[in-house]
């Protein structure tokens, strides 16, 4: 692995950092500073944030060119990240449609369904949610019980989905549906693109302990998608949700580890100013946790760089180690504020960022497949051990 940064990517870098100071002002500018964390505020702004960076050519960036994207090397990629946290520019409201469908509908889907569904998350006017999980579909994804049928030309879609991200500032949902009514498991599952503005959808917001509620359950009762919104065959569904969700193991990490070091950035002010820098016990912390982000970011690059980053232990190990970094970071937040942890921002529950960070950190180590199902998969793919007891 070989990442050096260029003559070339530092001029890249400069370009990138002077668009994203001129963009971030005037109706933008009050998106500055608000991170990944910061979920459901400013969806307005952030949506038009969006079409913002697409007339720059910035959506997209690691997409090839033949799809619309702008074909950046993986180390422009990186110094766009850092460049894009470095400039305090916001969480992308558009994350799914850009890191997850996209790719997946390049590897997976048809011509047609190419040249319907790329250009406008290129251009930021389509926004995407992920609906796998549901009630008894979780770490199990292959239980989904989500029923779809095909009647005159149209997907007929029933059940429910849950924890759906976004779901009520999305145009489109990526669903896994049950086509086979008499299947089990893995088989007879389909992956269906279903619009979200239709009568057969309910969306429902789940309030976090963060006080937000950026996910939601999504009823779908006789929701309806067309027959050709199907990737892959009928059937196939497993096939391309294992695709998606490599995707999701891959590198959409770099741009969050960047925001991981303005969090770092900013428990070390507190440290500073409140006097734990000078106590060894948050010192040696502090050191630590800066030593934990330069792993991450050099496995994330060895990872990216090589052809095959999902399957190789190095890559299997880079969701349980950001995550449960990113939780530790988060108690640590807490323990530098020391007293003050305990105050919120606002009433009646406004908590500040970092209280943000430690309260939706507890989530890192869910989403994208829990710590528990990454060290099975650990055990089994990367050490050959025995596989855990599966239902029959
Ligand atoms: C913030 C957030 C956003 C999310 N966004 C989305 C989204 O946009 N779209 C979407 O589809 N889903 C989303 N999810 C859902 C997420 O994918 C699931 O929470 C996750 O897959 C775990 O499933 P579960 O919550 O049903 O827990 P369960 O699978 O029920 O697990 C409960 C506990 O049992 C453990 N466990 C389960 N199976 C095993 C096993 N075989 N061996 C050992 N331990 C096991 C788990 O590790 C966990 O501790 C989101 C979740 C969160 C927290």
């Given at each position: 692995?070989?990442?050096?940064?260029?003559?070339?990517?530092?001029?890249?870098?400069?370009?990138?950092?002077?668009?994203?100071?001129?963009?971030?002002?005037?109706?933008?500018a009050?998106?500055?500073?608000?991170?990944?964390?910061?979920?459901?505020?400013?969806?307005?702004?952030?949506?038009?944030?969006?079409?913002?960076?697409?007339?720059?050519?910035?959506?997209?960036?690691?997409?090839?060119?033949?799809?619309?994207?702008?074909?950046?090397?993986?180390?422009?990629?990186?110094?766009?990240?850092?460049?894009?946290?470095?400039?305090?520019?916001?969480?992308?409201?558009?994350?799914?449609?850009?890191?997850?469908?996209?790719?997946?509908?390049?590897?997976?889907?048809?011509?047609?369904?190419?040249?319907?569904?790329?250009?406008?998350?290129?251009?930021?006017?389509?926004?995407?949610?992920?609906?796998?999980?549901?009630?008894?579909?979780?770490?199990?994804?292959?239980?989904?019980?989500?029923?779809?049928?095909?009647?005159?030309?149209?997907?007929?879609i029933?059940?429910?989905?849950?924890?759906?991200?976004?779901?009520?500032?999305?145009?489109?949902?990526?669903?896994?549906?049950?086509?086979?009514p008499?299947?089990?498991?893995?088989?007879?599952?389909?992956?269906?693109?279903?619009?979200?503005?239709?009568?057969g959808?309910e969306v429902?917001?789940?309030?976090?302990?963060?006080?937000?509620?950026?996910?939601?359950?999504?009823?779908?009762?006789?929701?309806?998608?067309?027959?050709?919104?199907?990737?892959?065959?009928?059937?196939?569904?497993w096939k391309?949700?294992?695709?998606?969700?490599?995707?999701?193991?891959?590198?959409?990490?770099?741009?969050?580890?960047?925001?991981?070091?303005?969090?770092?950035?900013?428990?070390?002010?507190?440290?500073r100013?409140?006097?734990?820098?000078?106590?060894?016990?948050?010192?040696?912390?502090?050191?630590?946790?800066?030593?934990?982000?330069?792993?991450?970011?050099?496995?994330?690059?060895?990872?990216?760089?090589?052809?095959?980053?999902?399957?190789?232990?190095?890559?299997?190990?880079?969701?349980?180690?950001?995550?449960?970094?990113?939780?530790?970071?988060?108690?640590?937040a807490?323990?530098?504020?020391?007293?003050?942890?305990?105050?919120?921002?606002?009433?009646?529950?406004?908590?500040?960022?970092?209280?943000?960070?430690?309260?939706?950190a507890?989530?890192?180590?869910?989403?994208?497949?829990?710590?528990?199902?990454?060290?099975?998969?650990?055990?089994?793919?990367?050490?050959?051990?025995?596989?855990?007891?599966?239902?029959?």
């Open positions: 692995m070989h990442i050096r940064f260029s003559e070339e990517d530092e001029a890249f870098r400069k370009e990138v950092a002077a668009w994203l100071d001129d963009a971030l002002t005037g109706e933008f009050v998106l500055r500073g608000s991170g990944a964390q910061d979920q459901t505020a400013h969806v307005e702004e952030r949506r038009a944030w969006e079409r913002k960076l697409a007339s720059g050519g910035w959506t997209c960036v690691g997409w090839p060119r033949e799809h619309g994207g702008r074909g950046l090397s993986l180390s422009e990629e990186v110094v766009f990240h850092e460049e894009y946290a470095r400039a305090g520019a916001p969480g992308r409201l558009n994350h799914m449609g850009e890191t997850l469908l996209g790719p997946t509908l390049i590897a997976f889907g048809t011509e047609a369904q190419r040249k319907r569904f790329l250009p406008p998350i290129v251009a930021g006017d389509e926004i995407w949610c992920q609906g796998f999980s549901e009630p008894n579909a979780g770490s199990d994804v292959a239980n989904v019980q989500t029923r779809a049928r095909l009647e005159g030309g149209q997907w007929i029933d059940g429910q989905k849950v924890w759906t991200s976004w779901a009520a500032f999305s145009d489109w949902c990526f669903v896994l549906c049950r086509t086979d008499d299947s089990k498991l893995h088989k007879g599952l389909t992956y269906l693109l279903v619009p979200m503005d239709q009568p959808v429902r917001p789940i309030q976090q302990i963060t006080g937000d509620a950026e996910f939601f359950e999504v009823f779908y009762n006789e929701a309806r998608t067309d027959e050709d919104h199907r990737i892959a065959q009928p059937g196939d569904g391309v949700t294992m695709g998606t969700l490599a995707f999701e193991r891959g590198v959409s990490t770099l741009g969050q580890q960047m925001l991981f070091r303005n969090e770092l950035q900013a428990i070390i002010e507190v440290a100013s409140n006097g734990k820098a000078s106590d060894p016990i948050y010192r040696q912390r502090i050191a630590e946790a800066w030593t934990g982000l330069e792993i991450q970011r050099y496995n994330a690059l060895r990872t990216l760089s090589s052809k095959d980053a999902t399957i190789e232990p190095a890559g299997m190990i880079t969701k349980i180690y950001w995550s449960t970094w990113h939780r530790k970071l988060g108690e640590l807490m323990d530098v504020l020391g007293d003050e942890s305990e105050l919120l921002e606002a009433g009646p529950y406004q908590p500040t960022a970092l209280q943000t960070l430690f309260l939706f507890r989530s890192d180590t869910l989403y994208g497949g829990t710590n528990q199902v990454q060290r099975n998969q650990i055990a089994e793919r990367a050490l050959g051990l025995p596989r855990e007891p599966r239902p029959a």
